[in-house]
């Protein structure tokens, strides 16, 4: 482990930083799933084309610049901390990968685009289609390219080898990756659990408190046609999460220290990684009308906040092998923190204000 009096100390308390982080993380969870795990849905609908599917693919198409914006801008919150306090080991990793991290901005671009053109494509379903699938693939290709480098951050006894593998006379190339690192697909996948769970429940929100229609025949059958795919969406995340959770148990062979650290170490808190995901689909099973829809959406928001803070207790003890972040000397700094609670709550409201539009303008 690195001494940590040669590192330079942290803007803010620890506490600070891990609460921010995980709230960042949590906000930024719900916009990513629905496009992370719906975009894929909406173009199978779209291709389907059926009454509903096809209403509910051009609903969907329709919110996805939206939440992309949101997704991406609450996405900095946790990365802004990141830098903060595990910038040794961000940076090192990044360094190492940064051909990958350079490559996620044209591919944002072109995903973001590509997502666009597909929301303004409604009259023309092939070209929705077609855009709609590139959207998916860079967004997919974004989530992958970002997992290497983070789940890079942990492995702080590749580094050197890398470092002799990707260098030249003592320069990084940048060319380095961590895909042949279980931990990142286990990783990957636990995050798309979750992602189709809540894109089934925002499929769902949209249709009881955001959709309306004159004929009321219509609206209520496209009601329950959401409801039943959030069945369907839950049961699925919750198979992956379950999968996700107990990968030694379940793949019969052991995935090594970083995918244990990335996961609960006690037999409780692992349980309630999956007790979430469970009470949603139990959930599913009751009445679909507005009051489950809500709890839902609540039980699926606590998930994903414990789900942040389950990763958050992962990468702790995952940098602590290099580095103990928590023992960091601080040095706060006042101005930038009162800035920074001052621009993130009225951010905030920006957005709550945006999206209380939003939901007018859908009336």
Same mark, same amino acid.
């Given at each position: 482990?690195?001494?940590?009096?040669?590192?330079?100390?942290?803007? =803010?308390?620890?506490?600070? @930083?891990?609460?921010? *982080?995980?709230?960042?993380?949590?906000?930024?969870?719900?916009?990513?799933?629905?496009?992370?795990?719906?975009?894929?849905?909406?173009?199978?609908?779209?291709?389907?084309?059926?009454?509903?599917?096809?209403?509910?693919?051009?609903?969907?198409?329709?919110?996805?610049?939206?939440?992309?914006?949101?997704?991406?801008?609450?996405?900095?919150?946790?990365?802004?901390?990141?830098?903060?306090? /595990?910038? *040794?080991?961000?940076?090192?990793?990044?360094?190492?990968?940064?051909?990958?991290?350079?490559?996620?901005?044209?591919?944002?671009?072109?995903?973001?685009?590509?997502?666009?053109? =597909?929301?303004? &494509?409604?009259?023309?379903?092939?070209?929705?289609?077609?855009?709609?699938?590139? =959207?998916?693939?860079?967004?997919?290709?974004?989530? +992958?390219?970002?997992?290497?480098?983070?789940?890079?951050? @942990?492995?702080?006894?590749?580094?050197?080898?890398?470092?002799?593998?990707?260098?030249? /006379?003592?320069?990084?190339?940048?060319?380095?990756?961590?895909? &042949?690192?279980?931990?990142?697909?286990?990783?990957?996948?636990?995050?798309?659990?979750?992602?189709?769970?809540?894109?089934?429940?925002?499929?769902?929100?949209?249709?009881?408190?955001? /959709?309306?229609? &004159?004929? *009321?025949?219509?609206?209520?059958? /496209?009601?329950?046609?959401?409801?039943?795919?959030?069945?369907?969406?839950?049961?699925?995340?919750?198979?992956?999460?379950?999968?996700?959770?107990?990968?030694?148990?379940?793949?019969?062979?052991?995935?090594?220290?970083? @995918?244990?650290?990335?996961?609960?170490?006690?037999?409780?808190?692992?349980?309630?990684?999956?007790?979430?995901?469970?009470?949603?689909?139990?959930?599913?099973?009751?009445?679909?009308?507005?009051?489950?829809?809500?709890?839902?959406?609540?039980?699926?928001?606590?998930?994903?906040?414990?789900?942040?803070? @389950?990763?958050?207790?992962?990468?702790?003890?995952?940098?602590?092998?290099?580095?103990?972040?928590?023992?960091?000397?601080?040095?706060?700094?006042?101005?930038?923190?009162?800035?920074?609670?001052?621009?993130?709550?009225?951010?905030?409201?920006?957005?709550?204000?945006? +999206?209380?539009?939003?939901?007018?303008?859908?009336?």
């Amino acid at each position: 482990m690195m001494d940590i009096t040669t590192l330079s100390p942290v803007p =803010a308390p620890f506490w600070f @930083v891990q609460f921010f *982080k995980i709230t960042g993380f949590t906000l930024h969870l719900i916009p990513m799933g629905v496009w992370f795990a719906g975009l894929p849905i909406a173009v199978l609908a779209a291709v389907v084309h059926t009454k509903n599917s096809g209403l509910y693919a051009r609903r969907m198409f329709g919110q996805f610049p939206i939440m992309m914006a949101l997704g991406i801008n609450f996405g900095i919150v946790p990365l802004l901390f990141l830098q903060t306090t /595990y910038y *040794k080991a961000f940076y090192t990793a990044t360094i190492l990968t940064a051909w990958h991290w350079i490559a996620v901005i044209p591919i944002l671009i072109a995903g973001y685009y590509s997502l666009y053109i =597909a929301a303004y &494509s409604a009259e023309r379903r092939g070209r929705q289609i077609l855009f709609g699938v590139i =959207a998916s693939l860079c967004l997919i290709t974004i989530g +992958l390219l970002i997992s290497n480098g983070l789940t890079l951050m @942990v492995r702080s006894d590749l580094w050197s080898t890398l470092m002799e593998q990707t260098g030249y /006379y003592g320069a990084t190339l940048g060319t380095a990756n961590n895909f &042949s690192d279980t931990a990142l697909w286990i990783r990957f996948a636990r995050v798309f659990g979750f992602a189709l769970i809540t894109a089934g429940v925002w499929a769902a929100f949209d249709s009881h408190f955001l /959709y309306k229609n &004159s004929d *009321k025949a219509a609206e209520d059958g /496209y009601r329950r046609w959401t409801f039943r795919l959030l069945q369907i969406l839950s049961v699925l995340g919750f198979i992956v999460i379950v999968l996700a959770a107990r990968p030694p148990m379940m793949l019969g062979y052991d995935l090594g220290e970083t @995918v244990r650290m990335s996961l609960p170490r006690s037999s409780a808190a692992r349980f309630f990684l999956i007790a979430g995901p469970a009470a949603v689909v139990l959930l599913t099973l009751g009445k679909g009308d507005k009051r489950m829809v809500l709890l839902i959406s609540l039980v699926q928001f606590l998930s994903l906040a414990y789900f942040a803070a @389950v990763r958050q207790i992962g990468q702790n003890a995952g940098t602590a092998l290099f580095a103990d972040v928590a023992q960091l000397h601080v040095d706060v700094q006042w101005d930038t923190l009162i800035a920074f609670l001052i621009s993130f709550v009225f951010g905030v409201l920006i957005i709550i204000w945006m +999206l209380r539009q939003c939901a007018l303008a859908a009336k």
